[in-house]
């Protein structure tokens, strides 16, 4: 039969009861022949609450310290699954991080996996063991327990796919699927049988929750193909591969919304080589991320100068900007932090023309107006005032027919 890897998140194992559900599910899978490595995430809200202890305990707790904390939610989880598989009869056995040969670099709470080494696991499913894995955490080369920021279950589930060789990777969450946007916003959103690692990259990076960016990253350099589903259904979820002919036909495969957004403007920036440079490395040390960058060329030899960051960095860029404009002559910093990025994405863009044109109109005709616009080959995003983004959304995926089921 198959080697199957499973990933179950917080709310599929947020009480005991949910546990045991996700033990039948595992036991069905192992008793048609399957092997079968389970990944587990904490149970939801245990991870926001350790966080919350850690601060209660220290006002700038050591990062170390808190991957050593946070790590004990996996723990609880893949040892209470193991337990009720035990007493169903299967032979479980649970890992950590460091067990399981989960490597990492040292950047606590946040750290990358470097490489892992399968054959625990491996001699494991050889014994017809059921494995269970700690998610979201490894170890660096010094031994120290690392974890990988949020959303690192799904990173640790494809990984370990790609490392034993698994037929697929079954991500188990509280929606059934992928759908073409999301529909708390829009009630027409259709749940997508299948997307391209390229478009759900996009749409992870634009906002869309139901992958982290990582364990896509992962999954398409790997060819691990990942099915995600509920764990509350046994309905069929979305099917994450490799594109094909079929997927280029539609032109547009869904609309995402991003509210964590903040712009700033440089005025009258000097327009000389090196500027940019001097703009964006204090940025950069200071770990901050940017988002769409646009430079408006005016008289004179200077330039406008904008660029958009999250609004959990805005304090600390906007500070950092304005340090920056008295260092280069710039004359003024502007801010905002009411707008919000939609994007349209579809590898189908790539060979059809009037995306761009079908988009700007449909915002127009409900007045909404556009900030900034970004592109790539699969994806055009525009910054909006925050306050349209549901209705853009909404607008958006009727302009491109996502409201019909495709021919």
Not at 293 to 315: C, H, M, P, W, Y
């Amino acid at each position: 039969m198959a080697l199957i890897v499973q990933k179950y998140g917080g709310t599929s194992v947020g009480s005991v009861d949910r546990i045991r559900n996700v033990a039948k599910r595992v036991a069905k899978t192992h008793d048609q022949g399957n092997d079968v490595v389970i990944i587990l995430s904490a149970m939801a809200g245990v991870t926001d609450s350790l966080i919350k202890l850690a601060h209660e305990a220290s006002p700038r707790p050591n990062k170390r310290e808190l991957d050593v904390l946070l790590s004990t939610g996996e723990q609880t989880t893949v040892a209470l699954l193991s337990m009720i598989l035990r007493d169903m009869g299967y032979s479980a056995t649970s890992l950590l991080g460091f067990q399981a040969d989960i490597r990492t670099d040292a950047q606590s709470c946040s750290a990358r996996i470097i490489s892992i080494g399968g054959d625990r696991i491996q001699d494991l499913i050889r014994e017809r063991h059921i494995v269970v894995v700690a998610g979201f955490q490894g170890h660096d080369e010094r031994g120290n327990i690392t974890t990988l920021g949020r959303g690192g279950s799904d990173t640790s589930a494809v990984a370990i796919a790609a490392a034993i060789h698994a037929d697929t990777c079954e991500i188990y969450t509280d929606v059934d699927g992928i759908y073409t946007t999301d529909p708390n916003i829009c009630h027409k959103a259709r749940k997508m049988d299948r997307i391209s690692y390229d478009e759900m990259l996009e749409m992870s990076s634009l906002g869309a929750k139901v992958l982290q960016i990582r364990s896509v990253e992962f999954a398409k350099k790997y060819n691990v193909p990942v099915h995600v589903r509920s764990s509350f259904n046994e309905e069929e979820g979305t099917m994450v591969v490799n594109e094909d002919d079929a997927m280029e036909r539609l032109v547009v495969s869904g609309v995402t919304c991003n509210k964590d957004q903040a712009r700033i403007t440089l005025k009258k920036v000097p327009d000389q080589p090196g500027i940019s440079a001097k703009i964006f490395t204090p940025l950069a040390d200071a770990k901050i991320q940017v988002d769409m960058i646009i430079q408006n060329t005016r008289t004179g030899g200077e330039t406008d100068l904008t660029f958009t960051v999250s609004k959990a960095d805005f304090r600390e860029a906007t500070e950092i900007s304005k340090k920056v404009a008295e260092q280069i002559g710039a004359t003024e910093v502007l801010t905002a932090d009411n707008i919000a990025k939609v994007s349209v994405v579809g590898v189908g863009m790539k060979n059809h023309s009037g995306v761009a044109a079908t988009m700007f109109s449909a915002l127009a005709k409900e007045n909404i107006n556009i900030r900034l616009i970004s592109t790539s080959e699969i994806r055009i995003s525009c910054m909006i005032e925050e306050k349209y983004a549901e209705l853009a959304v909404r607008v958006l995926h009727s302009a491109f027919n996502l409201d019909k089921e495709p021919c």
